[in-house]
């Protein structure tokens, strides 16, 4: 039955893929968050302690600036004024770090879970290095997570993260398969750091991943080969590491705000000869708020 479900899950999200407002929505509330790789880290994670209400909706705004793809030069604004929902379940949750989670397995100290990321699209006019090039689309990932709890405290605690996901790309139109990534994450949480309802995270993630993912960033085609770009063929392997540091602050029952650094550390990766990999270092910072509205009167035991 539970594997059943877990299909059952995954069918909905390609059925929504097409739907570019509700996937704007769902994305800008939870999985573009540059911190979305930090599953139990994360600034924008799913509060499951005990007396939260069962659902909530509201309000969702955060800027970001960060690069338009894994090592390149040029940077990206977006702002995100969207609505948000969550779900908190025993076996679905929706509205955490991975936008949606189907809880196969949940210990005190383990859990097996299936999730879902995504990050924004670019526009190849708005990088050098990239003009006349096809735009970067919409990218998501789905796959299984297994998170093991390395260390805990009264107010701390620190997990191994182990993601395994398919990737894909849209325009909407169509969806193609980009591959697969393998990202093994250290995350670690700090609860009413420094002060009361202020909560800590930082993680480290390096990330691996198949010859399709890599050749989504790094390829360079005959047809597109100019002065500043010779032909590349990218090949899998590893991708690059994120550092992520992330702060989350309630300031009351209804409204929180988070702000954040991620450091990606591209050097080393498999593909630093490709004309398209521009830089050792990138950074990615956001700032926002969540504000809800409307919750429920039955609260999570």
């Given at each position: 039955m539970k594997i059943i479900c877990k299909f059952m899950l995954i069918a909905k999200v390609k059925a929504f893929v097409r739907q570019p407002l509700l996937l704007i929505t769902l994305i800008g509330t939870a999985s573009v968050s540059p911190f979305s790789a930090a599953n139990q880290g994360s600034a924008l994670g799913l509060d499951l302690s005990q007396g939260k209400p069962l659902w909530e909706a509201g309000l969702f705004s955060a800027a970001f600036r960060g690069p338009i793809y894994p090592a390149s030069e040029d940077y990206q604004n977006k702002f995100l004024p969207v609505p948000f929902f969550i779900y908190r379940g025993d076996k679905i949750r929706i509205g955490d770090e991975s936008l949606i989670k189907a809880i196969a397995v949940e210990k005190e100290t383990f859990k097996l879970d299936v999730s879902l990321g995504g990050a924004f699209n670019a526009d190849s006019e708005d990088s050098k290095i990239r003009q006349g090039m096809p735009d970067l689309d919409f990218m998501f990932e789905i796959g299984p997570q297994a998170s093991f709890l390395l260390a805990e405290s009264e107010h701390s605690e620190t997990w191994l993260n182990l993601q395994l996901r398919s990737v894909f790309s849209t325009d909407f139109s169509a969806v193609q398969q980009r591959g697969y990534v393998f990202q093994p994450e250290i995350s670690y949480k700090k609860h009413d750091f420094v002060v009361a309802d202020n909560t800590l995270f930082l993680a480290i993630a390096p990330t691996f991943a198949t010859a399709k993912t890599h050749q989504y960033f790094y390829d360079v085609e005959q047809a597109y080969v100019n002065d500043e770009r010779e032909f590349y063929q990218a090949n899998g392997g590893?991708?690059?590491?994120?550092?992520?540091?992330?702060?989350?602050?309630?300031?009351?029952?209804?409204?929180?705000?988070?702000?954040g650094v991620q450091l990606g550390v591209w050097a080393g990766a498999k593909n630093e000869a490709s004309p398209l990999f521009q830089q050792d270092l990138t950074y990615t910072v956001a700032l926002g708020l969540k504000w809800s509205i409307f919750s429920s009167s039955t609260v999570v035991d």
């Open positions: 590893y991708l690059g590491s994120k550092v992520t540091i992330a702060n989350r602050y309630s300031v009351n029952k209804r409204l929180m705000v988070f702000a």
